[in-house]
């Protein structure tokens, strides 16, 4: 049987538990507004994908953009999983679900002096740098506090990969990373100073990447960083080969995509283990996208000559990606009249804000759709609340961890 988080079973979709399915239309009952649910049994499932390899030494740090949800924290701080920031607000976060400061890689590309000052003070575990100029303030910040502080350096592979535009982050058009122009530089300031300790290289080439290729072609490039690096007398002892994996959002089929990150892991060890270097990963949508459901409410069919509209009570307010990165979530009802068998009704499905955009999905069918139906929005746990907004004054969905 295929992995799956969420199913139907005698036309109800139903939560997978570690016992039992649970009909979503029994959480969501007394339904308000726009709810997400998020299912643990799925997140853990992605835990253990991630921390199923017990040979090497590496470590886990799930990416708080993705989802920031207080109890997911908690959730996965209690299964011995790091966290990877990219604000002093998410480690904020990080350190109120419980996560200790050592378990921190604090990355971004813009951090403040604030910022800065308080990762040195709190004295997380690493800091990835993005530029020169930055590691110039923080050298300047940890000398005028007399502190040291580890630092990872984010190299920038120029790598172009097949993703969305707007999340490819490894090419050299891109504001993330260093390019080898810069290295000079890099080490004559490094080399000035004595507070700040590279102890890491790192890259992360972008998201919702699901072939293996552009992974590996920059380890590849990042081991020959390490090589350059240690020749210059640093002791390198970690890599950070950031997050990216994506998910199948046409599909409800998990499996390839636990697969994959088994083959990535292997695939990582087997390059490194004659290096001495332990290894970080910072996936954030591949450990939470599959565990969330956003439930919506139909307000009106609306028809006329050209099309139908499917009009709900929630939109891209609470869901931006189909918006802005042109993404397709499927959209399921909670369950199925019993005239499932006749012709499907096309339409678009869109929500309440005062703007065309608002489009959850284009052309949808659906075998009968009532005023006052439940929908799923399928793969909302990354993404999704995290981007919310109340635009036009509407309030942000409900969030459940069942």
């Given at each position: 049987?295929?992995?799956?988080?969420y199913f139907?079973?005698?036309?109800?979709?139903?939560?997978?538990?570690?016992?039992?399915?649970?009909?979503?239309?029994?959480?969501?009952?007394?339904y308000?507004?726009?709810?997400?649910?998020?299912?643990?049994?799925?997140?853990?499932?992605?835990?253990?994908?991630?921390?199923h390899?017990?040979?090497?030494?590496?470590?886990?740090?799930?990416?708080?953009?993705?989802?920031?949800?207080?109890?997911?924290l908690?959730?996965?701080?209690?299964?011995?999983?790091?966290?990877?920031v990219?604000?002093?607000?998410?480690?904020?976060?990080?350190?109120?679900?419980?996560?200790?400061?050592l378990?921190?890689?604090?990355?971004?590309?813009?951090?403040t002096?604030?910022?800065?000052?308080?990762?040195?003070?709190?004295?997380?575990?690493l800091?990835?740098?993005?530029?020169?100029?930055?590691?110039?303030?923080?050298?300047?910040i940890a000398t005028?506090?007399?502190?040291?502080?580890?630092?990872?350096?984010?190299?920038?592979?120029?790598?172009?990969?097949?993703?969305?535009?707007?999340?490819?982050?490894?090419?050299?058009?891109?504001k993330?990373?260093?390019?080898?122009d810069?290295?000079?530089?890099?080490?004559?300031?490094?080399?000035?100073?004595?507070?700040?300790?590279?102890?890491?290289?790192?890259?992360?080439?972008?998201?919702?990447?699901?072939?293996l290729?552009?992974?590996?072609?920059?380890?590849?490039?990042?081991?020959?960083?390490?090589?350059?690096?240690?020749?210059?007398?640093?002791?390198?002892?970690?890599?950070?080969?950031?997050?990216?994996?994506?998910?199948?959002?046409?599909?409800?089929?998990?499996?390839?995509?636990?697969?994959?990150?088994?083959?990535?892991l292997?695939?990582?060890?087997?390059?490194?283990?004659?290096?001495?270097?332990?290894?970080?990963?910072?996936?954030?949508?591949?450990?939470?996208?599959?565990?969330?459901?956003?439930?919506?409410?139909?307000?009106?069919?609306?028809q006329?000559?050209?099309?139908?509209?499917?009009?709900?009570?929630?939109?891209?307010?609470?869901?931006?990606?189909?918006?802005?990165?042109?993404?397709?979530?499927?959209?399921?009802?909670?369950?199925?009249?019993?005239?499932?068998?006749?012709?499907?009704?096309?339409?678009?499905?869109?929500?309440?804000?005062?703007?065309?955009?608002?489009?959850?999905?284009?052309d949808?069918?659906?075998?009968?759709?009532?005023?006052?139906?439940?929908?799923?929005?399928?793969?909302?746990?990354?993404?999704?609340?995290?981007?919310?907004?109340?635009?036009n004054?509407?309030?942000?969905?409900?969030?459940?961890?069942?």
């Open positions: 049987m295929s992995s799956q988080s139907y079973e005698n036309d109800i979709l139903n939560l997978k538990t570690n016992s039992s399915a649970v009909p979503i239309a029994d959480i969501i009952k007394n308000e507004r726009p709810t997400y649910i998020y299912n643990s049994y799925s997140i853990q499932n992605r835990i253990d994908a991630y921390t390899i017990k040979n090497s030494d590496h470590s886990i740090h799930y990416a708080l953009k993705a989802n920031t949800n207080l109890e997911i908690k959730f996965i701080q209690k299964h011995k999983i790091s966290a990877d990219v604000s002093w607000g998410e480690a904020e976060i990080a350190l109120k679900a419980g996560f200790s400061p378990q921190i890689i604090f990355s971004g590309v813009g951090k002096k604030s910022e800065i000052t308080n990762a040195i003070q709190s004295e997380v575990g800091i990835n740098v993005e530029s020169a100029p930055e590691l110039k303030r923080i050298i300047q005028s506090l007399n502190k040291t502080i580890n630092i990872g350096l984010r190299i920038n592979p120029d790598i172009s990969v097949e993703t969305h535009p707007y999340i490819a982050t490894g090419f050299r058009e891109n993330f990373g260093v390019s080898s810069d290295f000079s530089e890099i080490i004559d300031l490094l080399k000035s100073q004595k507070y700040v300790n590279l102890k890491c290289l790192g890259l992360h080439i972008g998201s919702q990447i699901q072939n290729d552009p992974f590996i072609n920059s380890l590849d490039k990042l081991i020959e960083c390490v090589s350059f690096f240690r020749k210059k007398d640093f002791n390198i002892t970690d890599v950070d080969l950031g997050g990216g994996i994506g998910i199948d959002y046409l599909s409800n089929d998990e499996t390839n995509e636990i697969e994959r990150i088994h083959l990535w292997k695939t990582i060890e087997e390059k490194i283990k004659h290096l001495n270097l332990k290894f970080h990963l910072e996936p954030g949508r591949s450990i939470v996208a599959r565990s969330g459901v956003l439930i919506t409410e139909v307000q009106y069919i609306k006329n000559q050209y099309k139908n509209f499917i009009i709900v009570d929630t939109g891209m307010h609470h869901l931006l990606r189909p918006p802005l990165y042109q993404s397709h979530h499927r959209i399921l009802p909670l369950k199925f009249h019993k005239s499932k068998n006749e012709a499907s009704f096309r339409a678009d499905v869109v929500g309440p804000i005062c703007e065309s955009s608002d489009v959850i999905g284009f949808r069918s659906f075998s009968e759709i009532k005023e006052g139906d439940l929908l799923a929005i399928m793969d909302t746990g990354a993404y999704g609340y995290v981007m919310s907004s109340d635009y004054h509407h309030p942000r969905p409900i969030e459940i961890l069942f």
